[in-house]
């Protein structure tokens, strides 16, 4: 069951909407609902004559406890009109630092909601979602930037290739799957080494016993990208959710993404649960 929820809170101009579904979400499942806000230390220059002039220092100080307090005020609002159960917190925390700090903090949580970055913004929203994936050891649902709807969970879809990753992700996903009309098990048949004949009608039968309405779809890849072809199904057959298995490796203490994650990362049209 999800009864405890965490999401990461944009703090700046924009709220991002992985607030709002957040809060959608935690309504859904009448759980509890912790909302972050980092203060973020400033960045500073420093000046030709060797030294950061204080009101350089002062003035980021003022400003980041402006966007912080503001985050957290719009997310207690959002919460009270939902009748949700908040937590709102502001941690410290360093541009570099923050991705480790929210993956730590969201493994004492069910599941942990963050924001798709905007292209050509701060990196700070990408590193959050990426080190929420691979460091809480806990699910995590990316919420696109153009998202304006709350959950919805009439048509999941269910990205399916027999690994490890794509198992952990379909077991957190099950009380989600729960809410739905039907589920659509996705799998794409031109992956080397993929015995999808046997593992995709064994998935499909392991969700129906759950009682979920289950159609198993094997599409061709072709010569386009993995990731592409599943965002093109999931277009075409309406899907308002998807779920999916994570994966990456590590390089110099820095995981980076798998070819077919980083794809929906940065193209995801709906909201995505992935796990590792």
């Known amino acids: 069951m999800i009864k405890d929820i965490v ?20 309504a859904a499942f009448d759980a509890h609902l912790a909302g972050i806000a980092f203060l973020y ?3 500073v220059p420093v000046s030709g004559a060797g030294y950061i002039p204080a009101n350089v220092i002062d003035a980021q100080e003022r400003d980041n406890e402006q966007a912080t307090r503001a985050a957290l005020d719009q997310f207690n609002a959002a919460c009270a009109r939902a009748g949700v159960s908040a937590e709102p ?36 929203e990408e590193i959050i979602a990426e080190s929420a994936l691979f460091e809480s050891g806990r699910p995590v649902i990316v919420v696109p930037y153009i998202q304006k709807a709350p959950l919805k969970l009439n048509n999941p879809m269910v990205c399916w290739d027999g690994s490890r990753a794509a198992a952990r992700a379909i077991a957190d996903s099950i009380p989600l799957l729960a809410k739905s009309e039907r589920v659509d098990v996705v799998i794409v048949t031109n992956e080397r080494g993929k015995q999808d004949e046997i593992e995709g009608a064994d998935i499909g039968q392991h969700l129906a ?19 592409d072809a599943l965002l093109s199904h999931a277009a075409d057959s309406g899907a308002d959710f998807m ?34």
């Open 7 to 26: 999401v990461n809170l944009s703090v700046g101009e924009k709220p991002g909407p992985a607030r709002d579904y957040a809060v959608s979400l935690a």
């Open 41 to 43: 230390d400033p960045i």
């Open 89 to 124: 917190l502001t941690l410290s925390a360093s541009y570099g630092g923050v991705g480790e700090q929210f993956g730590r903090i969201a493994r004492r949580f069910d599941l942990a909601v963050v924001g798709q970055a905007e292209p050509e913004t701060s990196a700070v």
């Open 209 to 227: 016993r759950h009682g979920l309405k289950v159609d198993v779809h094997r599409i061709s890849g072709g010569n386009i990208d993995i990731g």
């Open 243 to 276: 779920v999916m298995g994570g994966f990456g490796h590590s390089r110099l203490r820095e995981f980076v993404l798998g070819g077919v994650t980083r794809s929906i990362f940065e193209s995801m049209t709906v909201p995505v649960l992935l796990s590792h």
